[in-house]
């Protein structure tokens, strides 16, 4: 067990303590919890197949990754945003090309996300989806821009808000860290 935390504090930027882990299975598990629950009793989507898969890469940065730059709202919420634009519009210009159209629209996103400092690695899954994704994300159109990705990446946002700030020892967004200090 001595050795898994050795390796556990080379390759995470979270302090290494057990509340924290503990912390970041609440958070993710609430966040993803109400995400199903908005998808399928609000959107009224009963085997959540407009649930986007990405968001479950941003649920291990938003909670487990919390001093990470690329899990911070701006990156999280733009780089969301930002990519399934692109996915969309990717998918409407060249969907007679699939092979074209991945690529451009994964590539794309990085793109604009790296130019509006926004990278969120799951931004690019976000894209793809929108390319790849089954008839009904495709039928969304830009829709998909605002239900699924932008209302999933705000619930994720919020509960991260709340959930990561009750431990004294995790601040979210990094900024409230750093302001934190600046009093003390």
């Known amino acids: 067990m001595k050795k898994f935390f ?3 504090k080379k390759v995470n930027s979270e302090p290494m303590e057990k509340s924290n882990i503990i912390w970041s299975w609440i ?10 629950y908005f998808h399928r009793d609000i959107l009224n989507d009963a085997d959540l197949t407009l649930f986007v898969g990405s968001f479950g890469a941003s649920a291990v940065l938003v909670y487990g990754a919390v001093n990470s730059p690329l899990s911070q709202p701006r990156n999280l919420i733009g780089g969301h945003i930002l990519s399934a634009i692109v996915g969309v519009v990717s998918f409407k210009c060249f ?11 994964v590539a794309t996103s ?11 690695p799951p931004g690019g899954a976000t894209a793809l989806i929108a390319v790849i994704g089954s008839n009904q994300i495709h039928d969304l159109g ?16 919020t509960i ?8 004294k020892h995790r601040f979210y967004p990094l900024s409230l860290k750093n302001n934190r200090k600046e009093k003390d």
Request: net charge positive; glycine share 6%; charged share 0%.
């Open 27 to 36: 958070g993710s598990f609430l966040g993803i919890l109400a995400i199903t």
């Open 6 to 8: 050795k390796q556990f």
């Open 160 to 167: 991260a808000l709340i959930v990561n700030n009750i431990p």
């Open 110 to 120: 990085i793109l604009l996300m790296q130019l509006t400092l926004t990278l969120h």
């Open 142 to 157: 830009f829709m998909y821009i605002i239900a699924p990705v932008a209302s999933g990446a705000f619930i994720l946002l």
């Open 95 to 105: 969907s007679g090309n699939i092979l074209f159209c991945s690529a451009f629209a």
